[in-house]
């Protein structure tokens, strides 16, 4: 029940339930949790046959759904932790590690490991600023409410730990094309349609007050209306539901396709490693993360190798100096080495050209799987 326990309230309810694929799963459900979760989690009991206590268990939570899954799910591959989820169940047991995964919407990701729930997280860095500024929201509605000084104020409890090499988008200020509104200066005082709320809030308060305002930001003094949409906000302006949007942006077709620009990047985000503040075994998430580190670093690279007349070494070696330098063995035939280095695949057409040029023979280009 340790596991249950640390990811929900205190106040969370519990029912045992029958499932077809697991003999027994926990509904929890949880009447304060936030709309966006459903307000319900399906947990694995501690029955399940496991060389070791949930209250032990390292908790980490990747994105269900959505456009960052699946180059996440590549990512927990490649660092060799090995599981199966069961259809229509969101945890998951590591076989190799004393891991369980969690499966969540993406934007509750940085809510469980700010609040120490899981350890470790996977998620855009959009969801990570949307959550640090519903944090800020909470602070200031908090202090105006009551008389309370900053000492008091919730705290954002999580870190970025690196960035993952996928997903990268702009959170974007989005206008219709052909519309009256050229600057974000033209929408203050308008209504603004979005999923970011906060970020969104936090860009206009900015707006209206400057950026070089002295002291609080008081959203009572916000004159911008921000109305809160799950889905399909490109369609906003159109329904005349908003003036401007606050939305993602990947390549731009569907918010050309919408008949809309954009017109500032409130922003760039990418997928993102996050850990708690205060984690529940420090040694393991440096060994995932120095796994997880390998597998982008073998991404980013290719082994090039070749052979090159000692008199042209120098030349070869400034074309690929490699991560820290350049492998460089002696062959039987005189007067000849072989070079083995790393280098940017983005990189490794003109290397080869260069290469080339000096007069390096038998280049080859090997992937690379991993690396430390």
């Known amino acids: 029940?340790?596991?249950?326990?640390?990811?929900?309230?205190?106040?969370?309810?519990?029912?045992?339930?029958?499932?077809?694929?697991?003999?027994?799963?926990?509904?929890?459900?949880?009447?304060?949790?936030?709309?966006?979760?459903?307000?319900?989690?399906?947990?694995?009991?501690?029955?399940?046959?496991?060389?070791m206590s949930f209250q032990s268990t390292f908790l980490c939570s990747f994105i269900i759904e959505g456009r960052l899954n699946a180059a996440t799910l590549n990512l927990l591959e490649g660092a060799d932790v090995q599981f199966r989820r069961e259809n229509r169940l969101d945890i998951a047991l590591v076989k190799n590690l004393p891991i369980a995964l969690i499966f969540l919407p993406a934007a509750d990701i940085p809510t469980f490991v700010g609040e120490g729930r899981c350890d470790l997280g996977i998620t855009g860095w959009d969801q990570v600023q949307e959550h640090d500024a519903s944090v800020r929201a909470y602070n200031r509605l908090r202090r105006s409410s009551i008389d309370l000084s900053s000492s008091d104020d919730k705290v954002a409890g999580s870190d970025m730990v690196m960035e993952l090499g996928f997903g990268s988008c702009k959170l974007q200020v989005q206008v219709p094309e052909k519309g009256q509104y050229k600057t974000p200066e033209d929408l203050i005082g308008k209504t603004i349609g979005t999923s970011f709320v906060n970020l969104a809030a936090d860009y206009f308060l900015k707006l209206e007050q400057g950026e070089n305002v002295q002291g609080e930001l008081s959203p009572r003094k916000m004159r911008t209306k921000i109305v809160e949409l799950s889905g399909s906000v490109e369609a906003a302006c159109a329904l005349g539901v908003a003036e401007g949007i606050v939305d993602l942006v990947e390549s731009g077709e569907t918010m050309r396709a919408a008949g809309l620009k954009a017109i500032d990047t409130v922003v760039d985000s990418t997928a993102v490693l996050i850990k708690s503040k205060s984690p529940s075994n420090p040694e393991l998430i440096d060994l995932i993360t120095s796994r997880i580190r390998g597998v982008i670093t073998a991404k980013s690279y290719v082994l090039c190798q070749y052979n090159v007349e000692r008199s042209r070494l120098a030349e070869a070696t400034k074309v690929t100096p490699g991560k820290r330098s350049a492998t460089v063995t002696t062959l039987d035939e005189e007067g000849w080495v072989a070079v083995s280095s790393m280098v940017e695949k983005k990189k490794i057409a003109l290397v080869m050209d260069e290469l080339t040029r000096i007069g390096a023979q038998d280049i080859l280009v090997l992937d690379i799987h991993n690396a430390r």
């Open 1 to 51: 029940m340790d596991l249950v326990n640390r990811l929900v309230r205190p106040d969370a309810t519990f029912a045992p339930s029958k499932s077809p694929l697991n003999p027994t799963f926990y509904v929890v459900a949880d009447s304060k949790s936030p709309p966006v979760s459903k307000a319900v989690f399906f947990l694995l009991c501690p029955r399940v046959s496991r060389p």
